[in-house]
T-cell receptor, first 114, second 113 residues
Framework: EAGVAQSPRYKIIEKRQSVAFWCNPI?????LYWYQQILGQGPKLLIQ????????DSQLPKDRFSAERLKGVDSTLKIQPAKLEDSAVYLC????????????FGNGTRLTVT | DQQVKQNSPSLSVQEGRISILNCDYT??????FLWYKKYPAEGPTFLIS?????DKNEDGRFTVFLNKSAKHLSLHIVPSQPGDSAVYFC????????????FGRGTSLIVHP
């Protein structure tokens, strides 16, 4: 089975610019997650979708971050405007269902904000 | 406030020996636990999981032990191989409804030939 696809792999932008990341989950996986991983730390949840509805976005900085999952499949995460502290790897993950089901991660997008 | 702690940033082991990676959690609602392995420039790869109804789960060279009273779990790799060199993340969360695991900071394992 194909894994979680993410693009782009790398992105360098200046502060105050905008950026968007794309994720295509594993086919049939209803749950989709976006995590932020800052260097030297573990992944931190930004938002979780169940099909195309938001389950948890309590840690998403909504003044600058937005995410959507149209038609319950692909998802995009946007940052506008970017800050220096947004430099991180943005990981998308999917799982078959809610409840006890392991997450499967993509390779991430490494964002550098200068 | 770290709810999942991996207190050893790094671990060095000789090939063929046992690697033991430790993880502690503070939230008593956590009852489903995961271990991930991460190579540079790749996303985390799922290794093994354990539910709180068990105290041990085994998959080939990988065994996870859970001590609920101590809120502690460990991953044993026997025998360790150079290809096991990676960062290992522990993740935990409450099951039931939507599962949202919290991740530790990771332990970098180096297996020397």
């Amino acid at each position: 089975e194909a894994g979680v696809a993410q693009s782009p792999r790398y992105k360098i932008i200046e502060k105050r610019q905008s950026v968007a990341f794309w994720c295509n989950p594993i086919s049939g996986h209803a749950t989709l997650y976006w995590y932020q991983q800052i260097l030297g730390q573990g992944p931190k949840l930004l938002i979780q979708f169940q099909n195309n509805g938001v389950v948890d976005d309590s840690q998403l900085p909504k003044d600058r971050f937005s995410a959507e999952r149209l038609k319950g499949v692909d998802s995009t995460l946007k940052i506008q405007p970017a800050k220096l502290e947004d430099s991180a790897v943005y990981l998308c993950a999917s799982s078959k269902r809610a409840g006890n089901s392991p997450l499967h991660f993509g390779n991430g997008t490494r964002l550098t904000v200068t | 406030d770290q709810q999942v702690k991996q207190n050893s940033p790094s671990l060095s082991v000789q090939e063929g020996r046992i690697s033991i990676l430790n993880c502690d959690y503070t939230n008593s609602m956590f009852d489903y636990f995961l271990w991930y392995k991460k190579y540079p420039a790749e996303g985390p790869t799922f290794l093994i999981s354990i539910s709180s109804i068990k105290d041990k789960n085994e998959d080939g060279r990988f065994t996870v032990f859970l001590n609920k009273s101590a809120k502690h779990l460990s991953l044993h790799i026997v025998p360790s191989q150079p290809g096991d060199s990676a960062v290992y993340f522990c993740a935990a969360g409450p099951s039931g409804g939507s599962y949202i695991p919290t991740f530790g900071r990771g332990t970098s394992l180096i297996v020397h030939p």
